[in-house]
């Protein structure tokens, strides 16, 4: 873990313009500066940029947060590697980075610059080669679309590279996977004849190739082999090109092949990505349900499609959260997605997406009444005990993944009436933890303070967090998120680890937290909302008295009721005259 007080001091150190500058350019209006939205698309600036709040804010489509949540954001790079990314930037060092990823760091910078040199000359060849360009047009697609997935063509040609890279001997195009080295020691270009595909990073930089052969061959795709830039089960190819689309979409399609990437956007559908290699690992499944609500992983409809998907819904499980949604789409007929767009066009498609899926749930059940990897028509025999025992065998360890509370107690709702158990026999039977149980059956509790009040309190706290040292902490129960929010502040001013300051700090102090989303709400209403500061203390203060008033009420009434009944005794008969003599002094005010 990155201990809290770094993130703190990195992001008192970096400036979010500058971060943000890095993708998007920046006018100075104001106090703040404008952009147009790099997460929807819009022809006028909406998306602002404050340095005094360390915050951006986009008044389209309301996203908002800190340089980390920037960056996590526009290049769907997880937390860790944002922080990573962000530290390179100021020259610090992430305190919990083992020496190993630094050397890595350091010998990844050379590489990328010779897959970059090789994505050119395979773009150039392309230009020069009509059987290239004649197999692209004949697959429908304009060279507007090729110059996007900055297609390329590798030569028929043992040493093609040696053109861009005189050194051929140099060790590093071994380790890149440019040029392979046999046994004899002779070297030779791993891509020949192909139509290339580059697969960009999430910064941009080119880190693998796809080659697809023109015509008949095998194999018919050939990747670039796993090297110190290419972990085949961490990228995603087309993902740069895709994410506006994602954004405004909020889904994702995950398809097989390259092809399959370029052939849909050619036809207007953007939103779609490819898996490299054939498993979907957690690790994308994870990072595409942060970019999107919904992810559609998309098959074809054969044994070995058959086993992706159910790769997909196994990997997918543990990162499902109640409110997002994965499903898997099964192409008809014998064809992948390109083929199929081709033949039967977008709104054949799109309806698809929209209507031709199966929700996760409905594939797991599909999946548990069957033994795993057979087909279909080995369902067991539910009719008979041993086939439910089956069945619950099946389920356990697919239950057990699933994340998210409500989904799975439907699921479970479904396997337990296939099983004919009884919701809780199911959940027992499948080794699952009874989930928290929701504040219904808490006791009733008087509040003394509303929610809204605590609102206009966590606001004001939110704006100069040192605010939170006056707070009563006594009186504000945790109960709710904005009570506990409050607290978690006033605990962090306390400790020294939250400093008086921008409202980014206290974004990423919650960044993981039960309050995240609470946080971000609210930050994001005080980043449109440039209120007087002046005014703010006042509503601030005023808020902490009624606070005072109430609770000296409440003691006074305590004291009262026990006064009729005539239990108050000496010393209780003095408090109360104190606090009665201290809300008269209150009321005088
Ligand atoms: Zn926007």
Redesign the pocket.
Known sequence: MIPESFIQELLARVDIVDVIERYVPLKKGGANYQAC?P??T?KTP??SVSPSKQFYH?F????HGSALGFLMQYSGLGFIEAVEDLAHSVGMQVPRVSERTQTERAKKAPLTELMLRAARFYKDQLKVSPKAIDYLKGRGLTGEVAARFGLGYAPDDWQGLQSVFPDYNDPALVECGLVIENDQGRRYDRFRDRIMFPIQDQRGNVIGFGGRVIGQGEPKYLNSPETPLFEKGRELYGLSQARRAIHDSDTVIVVEGYMDVVGLAQLGVENVVASLGTATTGHNAQRLLRQANRVVFCFDRDSAGDRAARRAMENSLEFLEDGKRVDILQMPGNQDPDEYIREQGKAAFDNLVTSGTTPLSEFLIREVRKPAGESLDKQFNLATAEGRAQLIREAKPLLQRIAAPVLRTQVVKVVASLAELSQAEAEAQCGLKPLARGRASAPPQRRTIQISQLKTLLRAVLRRPERAARLPLDQIDTESAEGAALHVIANAIDHGELAAGNMGLVIEHFRGSAHEGLIGTLTAELAIDDGDESEEEIVFEDTLERLRNAELAGRINALNSRARAGTLTAAEQADLTGLLAAKAGRMAK
Do not use: K, V
């Open positions: 939205c997460f929807h819009e909406s998306f986009c389209g489509c309301g996203a």
